[in-house]
């Protein structure tokens, strides 16, 4: 009987704000180790997703380390060399244990160090180092905005980038991956990565799949996969254009056993097209007192007003209170916001259903966002602010699997809005957010969204409109008046240098 194939499984889980005044540390991450990161079976992550294709193949998982974060603001250097310490020693242990036929990554592809611009790269180049490796297989899967650097394709065999946003796919993008990682073992041949980045850069809000201009890049991609067999995969890369590293923004990558210049030339095709279509990818926002009128005005509910500068997802703080302070201006009755806000939860401490105290809300996170809003609220409820996601195909789910915890959290009233208050912040990804709480999204006139496109999945089927709106935040859509000091040359929309036209 042949011998179990061995793949080394870790996970690296981060995408960071370079833009925000704090440093994600060692606490701020849930850490998994040895059986504990195989016990993600069954959570809807994308780790879960290779174990299904380990399982279904027969592999012997070497599982090691799993650090994963919600998006913040520059990663301690510390927390990025202990990864790399255990990842390490893991690996050495795995290697003295007998042989390794591979290994399989979870990364995000956005994270940022203190000492470190490209994380991902420097973790796949390290591996490579460890004697003994230079040749072993190394796939995996990585966010559609990550920002994709030369040293990721160099020392990978096969990264696989999920192709929705949102990212519904995510766990389906590595179970793709895997399966090409059991290709190329079972066919004794091996991918290689060749990539381009190109000269342009799009907020999040640029970067949703059903819009263009990610949606002609997409279809490219995959016409380029069916008229090429030698081309294994092809990933259109978003960006992360809240991280200031040389190579953030759009970026196009494959992974193929053919001839160097196909893959040049396909690759090209998709810069050209990115190019041509970089206007579509700074689409316009309502002023939010405009979008609020239009709302009331609408027939039914909920109607959505989205403030992507409080981007969640995107490593904003999510206390910010320019949506309050708009459905109070405009007396919004049955509408509803989430704010991330410990201070506020621990003022409500033994309140009782029906008190009346004074509060500040939010406002504390961001010096450029507006401030707290000082009201007086009626205490509705309390709870320690754990869910189970209704949605494992959503964002959250990838990442942080399928509970999640917003920490102790508080319900109040204040003017005819229902306010969120939580401890940890929290993306609005999944409804049972809200329905933990006694809160019926459904039934609102209005609701606020701290997101930029990854909210739709969730909120797209019970919304009977939706408004982007400009707020003041750290993930303002506005990039051009964001302070890059290591962008590379000639990106638009920073820079209109003719060179990239």
Known sequence: MAERRRILLAALFHETHSFVDEVTRLADFSIRRADDVLARRGDGSTVDGFLEVAEAEGWVVVPTVDYTALPSGTVDQAVFDQFLAECEAALNAALAAGRLDGIWLALHGAMVTEACTDPEGTLLARIRSVPGCADIPVFGVFDLHANFTAAMADHANALVAYRENPHSDAREAAVRSAKLLARA??????????????????????????DRPMRDLEALARSIERDNPDIWVVNVVGGYSFSDVPEAGVAFSLATTGPEADARAALDRLNRTAIALRDLGLPPEWDIDAAVRAALAAPGGPHLIVEPA?????????????V?????????ADSAVA???PAAVAALAGAKPGEVRRLSIGGKGSAIAEGPVEADVTFVSASDGRFRLEDLNSHLAASQGHEFSMGPSAVVTTGGVTVLLTSRKTPPFDLAQFRSQGIHPERLKAIGIKAAVAHRRAYDPIAKGSYTVATPGPCTSRITGLPYTRLREGVFPISRDPSSS
């Open 185 to 210: 073992l079972n066919e004794r041949r091996l991918p290689r990565m060749v990539s381009v980045n190109a000269p342009v850069v799009w907020p999040p809000t640029g970067t949703g799949t059903a």
């Open 310 to 322: 409080d981007n969640i997802g995107g490593g904003a703080p999510g206390d910010g209170t320019s």
């Open 324 to 332: 309050l302070r708009a459905f109070l201006r405009h007396g919004v």
């Open 339 to 341: 704010i991330a806000d």
